[in-house]
């Protein structure tokens, strides 16, 4: 369907008076101007004819490769469009803008027909709509004062444009058409993270608002296209960003992740610090995924605590080796004295730690052997020496258990049992060398 605007004959004569300021032809023209509508031709043509002040918002007809809704055609001769020409030459040498002229003529038109009434009127382009894609902020100013009615949809999108929200934001609502309509609207824009919060409220005095500005703080964060300065809009309005999504991902934690150091200073009281997700993580293994040393090194001051490990079983050390950051890594190490061994070396670490148990465990029948061989000479040497072996070996083992960077990780209750025989072991030994010892000290005596 082809949508054809049809530039009225009597235009020329509402431009001529508007411009000359003279009533009667203003009145000859309003009066003669043809319905206003649309109709569909049978060759799949629409022709429509708009209220007068639509085409003052263009005050000529539009080239055919210039963008519109519309096909322009006029139905006045070339003598008429040069008059126009001329009157549009002459006020833009007089310091006029385009959006200063159209300001004019639509004031002196409101005398003879309202504007108000003019928007009202049904058709395929709205006129608050339309002024806005031409950025006449003050032309729509002038016609909310003049008491036109602007649409939900078109409200919505005027929204957008932050230079112009404080103006706009006195017309509302009682200048919206549709009240319900467009606080559904931006309650669907506010849930979906966008910044519509302000006219929600506006519009929705009695709305739950903390709930809103939770959902919308969540919602954008989670926006690979999300902006620190945005989120700091929820967060000063109240938003808290404590709010989970289905993965249990706070506001909080995708803030981390995206790197907002400003805001999670902001957001950091409160809150929960042993709160994880899903996959186990906290907002600290999210400040390692980020690989931000700023923020790790803030949540690690404010308690975060290094040691949780997600269902990867991977602390922010760990995580931070596995995704080679290591930047993170060394700032872990020299700044917080964390460390931790990979896989490979904590099962090394056991299996030191054990082998030593065993050793000592071993060394007890073998004391016993010696002891009770009468070919053996040296058996106060040999049981001492073999003593004070077992006695380094047992509190090396205790030594490498107790370091920090051995794993805290569920043992086979048989390595228990192997570290109490070992214990037993050593005192056995400890006991038969203060025998020897004692049967040494007779002899010299």
Same mark, same amino acid.
């Given at each position: 369907m082809e949508n054809v605007l049809i530039w009225p004959k009597e235009y020329p004569l509402l431009v001529k008076g508007l411009i000359e300021q003279n009533g009667a032809f203003i009145l000859d023209a309003l009066e003669a101007w043809p319905a206003c509508r649309s109709t569909e031709e049978d060759d799949g043509v629409c022709t429509t004819v708009l209220p007068p002040i639509y085409y003052?918002?263009?005050?000529?007809?539009?080239?055919?490769?210039?963008?519109?809704?519309f096909q322009h055609i006029s139905e006045y001769d070339e003598d008429a469009q040069q008059y126009i020409t001329a009157v549009k030459?002459?006020?833009?040498?007089?310091?006029?803008?385009? +959006?200063?002229?159209?300001?004019?003529?639509?004031?002196? /038109?409101?005398?003879?027909?309202? #504007?108000?009434?003019?928007?009202?009127?049904?058709?395929?382009?709205?006129?608050?709509?339309?002024l806005f894609t031409k950025r006449y902020f003050t032309v729509i100013e002038h016609a909310l004062n003049?008491?036109?009615? #602007?649409?939900?949809?078109?409200? =919505?999108? #005027?929204?957008?444009?932050v230079d112009f929200?404080?103006?706009?934001?006195?017309?509302?609502?009682?200048?919206?058409?549709?009240?319900?309509?467009?606080?559904?609207?931006?309650?669907?824009k506010v849930a979906g993270g966008k910044d519509y919060f302000t006219l929600l409220t506006q519009v929705s005095p009695d709305v739950d608002s903390a709930v809103l500005l939770e959902q919308a703080l969540l919602a954008h964060l989670s926006f690979d296209t999300a902006k620190q300065t945005m989120a700091m809009r929820f967060i000063e309005q109240g938003a808290t960003g404590t709010l989970s999504d289905e993965n249990n991902k706070t506001a909080f934690m995708w803030a981390v992740e995206k790197g907002y150091v400003n805001l999670a200073q902001t957001l950091l009281d409160k809150q929960d610090k042993k709160l994880t997700d899903k996959l186990g993580n906290t907002a600290?293994?999210?400040?390692?995924?980020?690989?931000?040393?700023? &923020?790790?090194?803030?949540?690690?001051?404010?308690?975060?605590?290094?040691?949780?490990?997600?269902? +990867?079983? =991977?602390?922010?050390?760990?995580l931070a080796v596995s995704l080679k950051a290591t930047q993170l890594v060394k700032c872990l190490e020299r700044d917080f004295g964390i460390k931790e061994l990979s896989p490979d070396g904590q099962f090394?670490? #056991?299996?030191?730690?054990?082998?030593?148990?065993?050793?000592?465990?071993?060394?007890?029948? &073998?004391?016993?052997?010696?002891?009770?061989?009468?070919?053996l000479a040296i058996k106060s040497e040999l049981t001492l020496s073999l003593t004070m072996l077992s006695v380094i070996c047992f509190?090396?083992?205790? %030594? &490498?258990?107790?370091?920090?960077?051995?794993?805290?990780?569920?043992?086979?209750?048989?390595?228990?049992?192997?570290?109490?025989?070992?214990? !037993?072991?050593?005192?056995?030994? !400890?006991?038969?060398? %203060?025998?020897?010892?004692?049967?040494?000290?007779?002899? /010299?005596?």
């Open positions: 003052l918002t263009w005050l000529m007809p539009l080239e055919p490769f210039e963008e519109c809704f030459d002459y006020y833009y040498e007089n310091d006029y803008t385009p +959006e200063s002229l159209v300001l004019l003529l639509c004031q002196r /038109l409101e005398k003879y027909a309202s #504007i108000a009434a003019q928007a009202a009127i049904n058709t395929p382009l709205s006129l608050i709509g339309h003049a008491g036109s009615k #602007i649409s939900a949809e078109d409200a =919505l999108a #005027i929204w957008q444009e929200r404080e103006r706009f934001s006195q017309f509302v609502p009682e200048s919206v058409g549709d009240v319900k309509r467009l606080s559904e609207l931006a309650a669907e600290l293994h999210y400040a390692v995924i980020a690989k931000n040393e700023p &923020l790790m090194v803030l949540l690690l001051k404010s308690g975060y605590d290094f040691r949780v490990r997600n269902n +990867e079983g =991977l602390s922010c050390y760990r090394a670490r #056991i299996k030191k730690v054990h082998a030593l148990h065993a050793f000592v465990t071993l060394l007890l029948p &073998l004391q016993l052997f010696f002891f009770f061989d009468e070919t509190f090396f083992a205790m %030594s &490498l258990k107790r370091c920090a960077l051995y794993p805290h990780i569920k043992h086979p209750w048989g390595l228990f049992v192997l570290r109490c025989f070992s214990f !037993l072991s050593l005192i056995a030994q !400890l006991g038969l060398a %203060s025998i020897v010892a004692l049967a040494t000290l007779s002899e /010299l005596v």
